[in-house]
């Protein structure tokens, strides 16, 4: 864009917005019943306007906490599904631990020799650091 189509552009949008408030404001169809009592004209239109922009203010203010609840809702059922999930492998690997102890009893020796040097020097340490 050259620069002198920038400088026409901003104030035609200006003119732009200010013609639809004309007509947005203009009231010349709209009837507001409130209580059985009907207002029409410009008071009648303001007053429509602010009821539907506090209504879509009120909606975006409700949609925001309900977002934010089932946020912490489901978090929250996540954690516990998790727990869940562990507490079942606990208890499957319970059941199951009769039948894998073939398997275990290289794995405690092998737990067994790592640790015992590292206790050893823990035991050695002790005794110098006096």
């Not at 620069?3 to 026409?8: G, R, V």
């Not at 917005?17 to 709209?30: I, R, Y």
């Not at 809702?73 to 894998?100: K, R, Y």
């Not at 040097?117 to 050695?124: F, G, V, Y």
Request: glycine share 10%; with cysteine.
């Amino acid at each position: 864009m050259k620069l002198t189509s920038k400088k026409i552009l901003i104030p035609l949008i200006v003119i732009a917005l200010l013609v639809v408030a004309a007509f947005a404001l203009d009231g010349s169809g709209m009837h507001v019943n409130i209580d059985g009592d009907e207002i029409d004209g410009p008071f009648g239109t303001f007053i429509g306007l602010i009821a539907a922009g506090g209504g879509l203010l009120l909606a975006a203010v409700i949609c925001t906490a309900v977002a934010v609840f089932l946020g912490m809702l489901f978090a929250g059922l996540g954690i516990l599904m998790i727990t869940g999930i562990v507490l079942l492998a606990l208890v499957v690997s319970a059941a199951v631990s009769p039948l894998l102890l073939p398997l275990l009893i290289p794995f405690g020796l092998y737990w067994f020799f790592v640790s015992r040097p590292r206790k050893q020097r823990a035991l050695a340490q002790l005794e110098h650091a006096v």
